[in-house]
């Protein structure tokens, strides 16, 4: 078996709005074979950029673009073709959108490996420790505490019982941000809530929040600082009072290592679409291996979402399972089967592979760029 094309598919959605919502738009990378298998993977980034890193003619040895390194592979090699995509795009990669890139195509692979062998991903991976996990309603702030307080009674009236609550308008002042976390907690009631800061702190003005949101038991505070901040979160989280959450923009092994050698977080959130599976192995070892929790994160298409429960149900301690819940036609219909959470649990799937199908007509309805 032979990788014979790489397809990169973009799709876009009409009205695209302002907020800091990735399932507006996707990339997705289709691995073909020459005996008619295909897997599926997707990348979390500017759908544009991945797409020219796939598409990329050979500039020199160690600045390639994907497409042609994979072509003519054995594409149930993914640990080897992750080292040879990783050496020969060292000009370029190496860290954010270069290793991305990298996961989306090794996702697919994972998928085409589950379905060559009938098996699904969470087997490949080495067995799944749970049949589902709970799930979380994970969505944006409203405007101010009433809004937020609407929201959060909508998603426990869906069957939710924990939401988690993000970005913009925290941060604006003391105030707004003390005014958001308790209009969650009054409309979640006894439900568990976590708070999504959005990167907008220093480590003293964080300090001071989580001291001031402890009063609502939130589970977590996510993202208090700067992404790449890593003295602020040993700093933070040695004196918090809440738990420290963060990870998501981390793509890869190279970028979580620092993070786990310093034991900086509490609960570290890893992306199949910033990781891949195969380096997303390597953090669930390394996290455990340091008593650390792990969750995903995931706010695109229902591919990152199989790709995540697959991964999460292999962990020792998956104790929750964002669960997006932004209402876009990419997150409901890009896939024949819905992989959303019932009751707020989100089930494993058993089918081979990732488990889910493209359909193929909304692929075509949405679709603004493709190569192969
Ligand atoms: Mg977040």
Redesign the pocket.
């Known amino acids: 078996m032979k990788i014979a094309q790489v397809v990169c598919q973009i799709l876009r959605i009409p009205n695209i709005t302002a907020k800091t919502a990735s399932s507006q738009d996707s990339v997705l990378v289709r691995v073909r074979t020459d005996d008619g298998l295909e897997g599926v993977g997707e990348a979390d980034s500017s759908p544009e950029v991945v797409k020219a890193i796939i598409d990329a003619p050979f500039s020199h040895n160690i600045a390639c673009g994907l497409r042609q390194l994979l072509v003519g592979e054995n594409p149930l090699d993914h640990e080897r073709l992750w080292q040879k995509m990783y050496r020969r795009t060292m000009y370029f990669g190496r860290t954010a959108v270069g290793i991305t890139a990298m996961s989306a195509v090794d996702m697919a692979l994972w998928d085409l490996k589950g379905k060559a062998f009938g098996q699904p991903i969470h087997r490949l991976l080495g067995g799944k420790r749970h049949d589902r996990v709970r799930g979380y309603a ?1 969505i944006l702030f409203g405007r101010d505490g009433k809004e937020t307080a609407d929201i959060a009674r909508r998603w426990v009236k869906a069957g939710y019982t924990a939401v ?1 609550f ?2 913009e308008p925290m941060g604006t002042s003391e105030a707004v941000d003390i005014d958001l976390v308790r209009g969650a907690r009054e409309g979640l009631g006894d439900a568990t809530l976590l708070i ?1 800061a ?1 990167c907008v702190y220093d480590a003293r003005t964080a300090l001071r929040r989580a001291h001031a949101f402890a009063e609502y038991k939130p589970e977590w505070f ?2 208090p600082l700067h992404e790449a901040d890593i003295d602020g979160y040993v700093w933070l989280r040695d004196r918090s009072p809440l738990p420290i ?2 990870g ?1 923009g981390e793509c890869g092994r190279e970028s979580f290592r620092p993070l786990i050698d310093r034991k900086a977080l509490d609960v570290y ?1 890893v992306d199949i679409s910033r990781c891949g599976f195969t380096d997303a192995s390597y953090i669930r070892a390394r996290v455990e291996e340091i008593g650390a929790r792990l969750c995903n ?1 995931c ?1 695109t298409s229902p591919l990152t979402v199989a790709a995540s429960i697959h991964w999460l149900s292999t962990c020792r301690d998956a104790f929750l399972f ?1 669960d997006c819940v932004e209402d876009s036609p990419l997150r409901h219909d890009l896939t024949h089967e819905k992989v959303q959470s019932v009751n707020g649990w989100m089930e494993v799937p058993d089918r081979p592979g990732l488990g889910v199908t493209l359909d193929e007509a909304f692929v075509q309805k949405y679709l603004v760029a493709e190569s192969k």
């Open positions: 994970s988690k993000g970005w999504d959005g996510e993202e959450a963060a998501e959130q994160h706010y964002e």
